[in-house]
């Protein structure tokens, strides 16, 4: 049978079970292990984002089972593989979006969607941490942008849900010299601060509610990456402007509720901004907020190295990595999460992953 978390368009969760799907002559079968709950996944529950999809997730680690006989693909029956939302070819179709996602126990890819969503993970196992490679690839993205106009001495970062702190934990790995402050209204950060930062002195916890401890930091940070909710980006924009030097370089991670924000009088068009980076373009862009020359960035999707670097990461550092997940869930507990945010509920948990 195959167990899929499906969603209808009240979003209401619901467990579907059903035949393994057949797969024709051009497609393949992959069987999904370990899929994790992204940030935009709780957006189509809470309905911050107008559901397209009713399969949704798009982060996952499965075995390929099945491929038919004219599949023509590196990929081949028993490869573990680990997938990114969209590619260069097809950027308007995101899994999980617009397309069929990951949530599912067992999915099946066409010809072109295998090759350009799927990377043939090089391990032994479907281990859980390799549910993180696109997150962890989307940091790694983040931190090539970055490098364009700053050396990350001092890196802010707004927003300590899971993608803030795979940054975090990445640049700590890669940058040991960057001074590091994150900014939070996570209500979980106790358990964030000892059990993932306590071994970090170079990563400061500044809680989004302490006006002293911000204002003493404005005009102090190189560079910057927004990785909060739809809901609160527009006024994260604004606080990073006021956190950065003149030239800092701020990257605009997360997505936004109106694509144009005001700042300071200059007008922000951030779904431009993030359009020009699809899957791997470094396209940075200059612009004068107030007294400051400011360059802004953002991207959408990875690339197939993005995904391959952060394989490399994840099996060099997995104790590390793994501290970000906070449960591992079978479907039916997904469910139930998925109906809690759907209701307004709010989760304090980082990465949720589902087993199937």
Do not use: W
């Amino acid at each position: 049978m195959n167990t899929t978390v499906s969603v209808n368009s009240s979003r209401h969760f619901s467990l579907m079970k059903n035949k393994v799907p057949k797969i024709s002559d051009v497609q393949t079968l992959v069987k999904i292990h370990y899929a994790g709950i992204c940030g935009t996944d709780k957006q189509f529950a809470d309905g911050t984002r107008a559901l397209e999809q009713s399969i949704l997730g798009h982060e996952a680690i499965g075995s390929i089972v099945a491929q038919g006989r004219l599949v023509l693909s590196e990929c081949k029956v028993g490869d573990l593989v680990v997938f990114r939302p969209h590619s260069e070819e097809h950027p308007s179709e995101i899994l999980g979006h617009n397309i069929t996602g990951v949530f599912s126990e067992y999915i099946v890819l066409d010809n072109e969607k295998l090759n350009e969503l799927t990377v043939v993970c090089d391990v032994s196992e479907a281990n859980e941490i390799f549910a993180l490679t696109e997150p962890l690839a989307a940091s790694i993205f983040s931190l090539e942008l970055l490098q364009t106009k700053s050396s990350i001495k001092r890196l802010g970062i707004i927003g300590l849900g899971s993608i803030g702190c795979l940054i975090a934990l990445t640049v700590s790995l890669l940058h040991e010299e960057s001074e590091i402050f994150c900014f939070h209204n996570n209500e979980n950060i106790e358990h964030v601060k000892s059990h993932i930062f306590n071994l970090y002195p170079n990563v400061h916890l500044i809680d989004m509610d302490n006006l002293t401890s911000i204002e003493k930091l404005k005009g102090s940070l190189d560079s910057l990456v927004i990785c909060t909710s739809k809901n609160n980006s527009q006024d994260a924009l604004k606080l990073a402007v006021e956190l950065s030097i003149d030239n800092a370089i701020i990257d605009l991670l997360s997505g936004y509720n109106n694509a144009k924000v005001d700042v300071q009088g200059t007008i922000i068009d951030t779904e431009k901004i993030r359009g020009r980076n699809v899957c791997g373009n470094k396209l940075v862009k200059q612009h004068i907020i107030g007294s400051k020359s400011i360059y802004l960035t953002g991207h959408r999707g990875v690339s197939k190295s993005h995904m391959k670097r952060s394989l490399e990461l994840l099996k060099s550092h997995q104790k590390i990595y793994s501290m970000v997940i906070s449960n591992t869930l079978t479907p039916n507990e997904a469910v139930e999460l998925m109906n809690r945010l759907s209701n307004r509920c709010s989760s304090i948990n980082l990465k949720n992953l589902i087993k199937f």
